[in-house]
């Protein structure tokens, strides 16, 4: 059965970092790409960045510089690092793969 679990959301304050994890069973990731999501109550789901299945990422340009995706395949999970937040970060964060996505984890950045 194809699932996806994300973690490592949480609480952190302007400036500050979280490293996101999503960890795939039933395949692997290293013949998928995966997309992580945010969405904010009221809007769309926004894509914020992809890793192919070759290992290639592209990132949207409100967080490019700032958010690195990156994989280990021997633990099948996919990482969002996230450095420098900003209130506006603030959000669900989701990943997809395979036509399945992830149940969400919040990000909350606040002082």
């Known amino acids: 059965q194809v699932q996806l679990v994300e973690s490592g959301g949480g609480l952190v304050q302007p400036g500050g970092s979280l490293r996101l994890s999503c960890e795939g069973s039933g395949f692997t990731f290293r013949d998928y790409a995966v997309t992580w999501y945010r969405q904010v109550p009221g809007k769309e789901r926004e894509v914020i960045g992809f890793?192919?299945?070759?290992?290639?990422?592209d990132y949207s340009g409100s967080v490019k510089g700032r958010f690195t995706i990156s994989r280990d395949i021997a633990k099948n999970t996919v990482y969002l690092q996230m450095t420098n937040l900003r209130p506006e970060d603030t959000a669900v964060y989701y990943c997809?793969?395979?036509?399945?996505w992830g149940q969400g984890t919040q990000v909350t950045v606040s002082s």
């Open positions: 890793i192919k299945s070759g290992g290639d990422t």
């Open positions: 997809f793969s395979r036509g399945k």
